[in-house]
């Protein structure tokens, strides 16, 4: 027997339920788009320029 979606005996999803598919695919596309823009570029050298002054101490 099938029952239809307004039967009082139907069980109840939580209200919560949606949330957990709803974070993970808000996450897999937060994903996407960190790798579409290449994603964590290396940091190379960094020259700062230091007077004389300090170098002496």
């Known amino acids: ?3 239809s979606r307004r039967d ?3 069980a109840r999803r939580h209200p919560l339920f ?3 598919p709803l974070l993970l695919i808000l996450f897999l ?3 996407v ?3 579409s823009k290449g ?3 290396p940091v190379g050298r960094i ?3 230091v007077p004389a002054e300090k170098l002496a101490g």
Do not use: T
Request: proline fraction near 10%; avoid cysteine; charge should be neutral.
């Open 39 to 41: 994603g964590e570029q």
């Open 29 to 31: 596309a937060l994903l």
């Open 33 to 35: 788009v960190s790798w």
């Open 1 to 3: 027997m099938k029952l």
């Open 8 to 10: 009082p005996y139907r």
């Open 47 to 49: 020259d700062v320029p």
């Open 18 to 20: 949606w949330l957990g």
